[in-house]
């Protein structure tokens, strides 16, 4: 059965940083999309961030040199390093996957692929 679970949320000061990991089980990722959403209060969900099966990385334009998506093949899965953060960062983010690059453009889609049960990101003033 495949199951992602996201890590490393919490509450931070704005101008910290936060790193969120995304382990797989029940299949392997190396071939995979992955990609984070995150959704804020009264917001829809929104891309994050993307990598492809050769590291190629993708950003939402406002968070590029802030935000860094990597691969983790030891534990299966994906990390999004996170700095200088503020509270407009706010919010619950999810992790997916699936070789299909689909996945990573359609945030609402949760029937599409495998996702996580998501992450809180709290970032204070």
């Known amino acids: 059965q495949v199951h992602l679970v996201e890590s490393g949320g919490g509450s931070v000061q704005s101008g910290g940083s936060l790193r969120l990991s995304c382990a797989a089980s029940g299949f392997t990722v190396s071939d995979d999309y992955w990609c984070w959403f995150r959704q804020a209060p009264g917001k829809e969900r929104e891309g994050v961030a993307a990598?492809?099966?050769?590291?190629?990385?993708r950003y939402a334009d406002s968070l590029k040199g802030r935000f860094t998506i990597s691969r983790d093949n030891v534990k299966n899965g994906v990390n999004l390093q996170m700095d200088s953060l503020k509270p407009e960062d706010t919010g619950m983010y999810y992790c997916?996957?699936?070789?299909?690059?689909?996945?990573?453009?359609?945030?609402?889609?949760?029937?599409?692929?495998?996702w996580g049960q998501g992450t809180q990101v709290t970032v204070s003033s």
């Open positions: 990598i492809d099966s050769d590291s190629k990385t």
């Open positions: 997916a996957a699936d070789p299909n690059l689909f996945v990573c453009t359609q945030p609402m889609r949760t029937d599409f692929g495998a």
